[in-house]
């Protein structure tokens, strides 16, 4: 089990930007895919970005992309989302997860059951 805190949200006006971080217990992240989802109340959770081990490949739902960009530092054991041009819709919890799970990325990453580890969530508000 590997252990996840996720950083960086709060309070921000539509059309600006946050930078959600995940730092992770172990020093081998690595061996970790790695994952973005999202829960808004009396919603369940909804992918939001999910990226390989090694950064080689990464996907991000329809309604984030062009917007959002996830990103990792596998030697500093964190996980990013770069979140830009954000809208009130994008208000929920945000959950950092990680899976083993390595080789099965291609057919399992945008699914919550994929991932086994996950971190307590951040609050994201975007209101005026």
């Known amino acids: 089990q590997v252990r996840l805190v996720e950083s960086g949200g709060g309070l921000v006006l539509p059309g600006g930007s946050l930078r959600l971080s995940c730092a992770a217990s172990?020093?081998?992240?690595?061996?970790?895919?790695m994952a973005w989802f999202r829960q808004a109340p009396g919603k369940e959770r909804d992918f939001v970005a999910s990226?390989?081990?090694?950064?080689?490949?990464?996907v991000h739902a329809d309604s984030v992309k062009g917007r959002f960009a996830i990103s990792r530092e596998n030697a500093k054991n964190r996980l990013y989302l770069q979140m830009n041009s954000l809208k009130p819709e994008d208000t929920a919890v945000y959950y950092c997860?990680?899976?083993?799970?390595?080789?099965?990325?291609?057919?399992?990453?945008?699914?919550?059951?994929?991932?086994?580890?996950w971190g307590q969530g951040i609050q994201v508000t975007v209101s005026s």
């Open positions: 172990e020093d081998t992240l690595s061996s970790y895919s």
């Open positions: 990226i390989t081990w090694n950064s080689g490949r990464a």
């Open positions: 997860a990680a899976s083993r799970d390595r080789s099965g990325w291609y057919r399992g990453a945008m699914e919550p059951t994929f991932y086994d580890n």
